[in-house]
């Protein structure tokens, strides 16, 4: 056993008290205080994000661009091929001026156009009706002066005649005045028997000349009459067959109009304005109910003419602002414009394809694109707010016509609504 040696000091006491009255340092981890502080701050912002934050969701639909006063697609109405344009684009048009001609695909028997060949019998038939109107037109025209010279021929020997009957007739009252005073001579002995047969002979002829002058100007007048009467007969008929091939032209020119209408078709401007847009060229084939041409006022305020399905019209509203991505002007390089929603159309124009899901899925399409297709469209049309778009430092003026997709808001709802709506549904279902 070891002792402590006793020449050691002892432990001093002034030392020890020293040591238990110096002050005590306690640290703490600051790390967690801001990691706390963290937590707090971002709760706080979600609930207020969640609060006041909202949540939209938009539909995409399709449309055109066109003018406040007008603006017209006009369609091919059958297949064919177009045959001629007779207004290029840009140019100016009236109402009712062909735009451009449509052939149809003709029937053919043996290698011949049956449209054809019943428009060319035709066309020879009505070119000798013209010819046989123009030949009794030309003596119609002629029988008139013929009518007119022999009316006068007639009143002039029928004059004539009068005056000679005029003048035979006062020499038969001379003639007779003279046998009436020498038949007084006879009684008184101053002339003979010879002498008066010989005035009463004067007096005779003059009486037959008279009788056959009068009986001359009754045949001439009868002549006359019956001449005047067959010509008015004449031109009669002849007006009754020019009647008669009238009719038969304006039938012929109808029938080539039925025969031009099963081999061609025209289509024509619906108003006076310019050709916004040509969508066929010559020797194209089109579809029936296919848009060839738009007719418009370039010179009018531009409006936006949307298409939209029946799921994104519930929330439109007039005055709603709407996105607008023009098809010439890709959004991702130029931007996107906005418009505002002026008239919304209260009923539909194209009704809804009726189809269960089932013949759907059957023609091959998907059931998203069947759905599409059993919505019904409505017209929704929007005031852009510019009518130009800014591209490669200069500004381009939408042309009428151009299509575009338009972005339009569907729903907007709050935040703590969408993230809520789960829990509501199951309480509504308990």
């Not at 000798?128 to 007119?148: E, V």
């Not at 020499?171 to 003979?192: F, K, S």
């Not at 130029?334 to 209260?346: C, K």
């Amino acid at each position: 056993m070891t002792s402590a040696a006793p020449d050691a000091p002892a432990p001093s006491l002034g030392g020890a008290a020293r040591a238990l009255g110096s002050s005590i340092h306690v640290r703490q981890d600051r790390g967690t205080t801001w990691l706390a502080m963290l937590c707090g701050a971002l709760v706080v912002v979600l609930v207020m994000v969640m609060t006041f934050g909202h949540f939209a969701r938009t539909e995409a639909v399709r449309g055109y661009t066109s003018a406040s006063s007008g603006l017209s697609r006009l369609d091919a109405q059958v297949n064919g091929v177009v045959k001629t344009i007779h207004v290029p684009q840009g140019g100016m048009v009236a109402a009712g001026q062909p735009i451009m001609t449509i052939r149809l695909r003709e029937v053919t028997s043996n290698g011949v156009s049956t449209v054809g060949a019943a428009a060319a019998s035709l066309r020879q038939k009505r070119d000798n009706l013209l010819a046989s109107q123009a030949r009794l037109t030309s003596f119609l025209d002629s029988s008139a002066g013929d009518s007119s010279q022999l009316t006068q021929t007639l009143d002039s020997v029928i004059k004539a005649t009068i005056q000679n009957e005029d003048a035979i007739r006062r020499a038969l009252e001379r003639q007779e005045q003279m046998v009436r005073r020498v038949r007084q001579y006879m009684t008184a002995g101053y002339a003979t028997r010879d002498a008066l047969n010989s005035y009463e002979r004067t007096a005779f002829d003059y009486a037959r000349q008279l009788s056959e002058i009068r009986v001359r100007r009754a045949e001439l007048t009868q002549q006359s009459t019956e001449r005047v009467r067959t010509l008015q007969q004449l031109v009669l008929e002849k007006q009754g067959q020019l009647s008669t091939i009238a009719s038969e032209l304006s039938l012929i020119e109808a029938q080539l109009a039925g025969t031009q209408a099963q081999s061609e078709i025209q289509v024509l401007a619906p108003f006076a304005g310019q050709v916004a847009s040509l969508l066929a060229e010559t020797g194209a084939a089109v579809q029936s109910d296919q848009v060839v041409a738009v007719v418009g006022d370039p010179a009018a305020e531009p409006v936006v003419v949307l298409e939209v399905p029946s799921r994104a019209i519930g929330l439109a509203k007039v005055g709603q602002r709407v996105v607008l991505k023009y098809d010439a002007f890709p959004f991702k390089v130029f931007g996107v414009s906005h418009g505002t929603i002026t008239a919304i159309a209260s009923s539909p124009i194209k009704a809804p394809t009726v189809t269960s899901e089932k013949d759907g899925m059957a023609d091959g399409r998907p059931a998203a694109a069947t759905a599409s297709a059993q919505q019904s469209v409505f017209r929704v049309e929007v005031r852009p707010e510019t009518k130009v778009i800014h591209a490669y430092g200069r500004d381009e003026t939408i042309a009428l016509g151009s299509t575009l997709s338009a972005d339009i808001v569907i729903e907007r709802r709050r935040l703590i609504d969408w993230v809520l709506d789960p829990i509501r549904a199951m309480r509504g279902r308990g």
